[in-house]
């Protein structure tokens, strides 16, 4: 099972990172080894951009990343865990009223009482 494979909120420890020898894929490596994406270490997918765009990933628990999904298909897992994102300490971040919401929103229009 690859990286790409998995769906937003689904968890799992990367196995080993793929390459075919040549020197653009040793690069690749190297690239994705430096962004922390090694032997391991778990990696949660946040969210998947639409037709078939990047893929937001956190590894441990302290960084974010966005990959390809070419690139994903590269990095094997093993450990999956779906739907849990309980691993890496995160927990889903409720809505929080912006302007113009909430209950509070109608003391903070104003009125045309002449």
Do not use: C, Y
């Not at 420890?13 to 653009?24: K, L």
């Not at 990047?54 to 302290?62: A, F, I, K, Q, W």
């Not at 971040?93 to 909430?102: C, L, Q």
């Amino acid at each position: 099972m690859t990286l790409r494979d998995l769906s937003p909120w689904d968890e799992a420890i990367i196995d080993v990172i793929n390459s075919d020898g040549t020197e653009v894929q040793d690069g690749f490596k190297i690239r994705l080894e430096a962004l922390g994406l090694v032997p391991s270490k778990p990696v949660l997918v946040l969210r998947g951009a639409a037709f078939g765009g990047p893929l937001h990933v956190r590894v441990s628990s302290t960084t974010e990343v966005a990959i390809r999904r070419s690139e994903a298909e590269r990095v094997q897992i093993r450990e999956h865990q779906p739907g849990t994102g309980r691993h890496l300490g995160h927990r889903r971040r409720r809505h929080r009223a912006g302007p113009g919401e909430g209950p509070s929103a109608q003391a903070h229009t104003t009125r045309s009482d002449a």
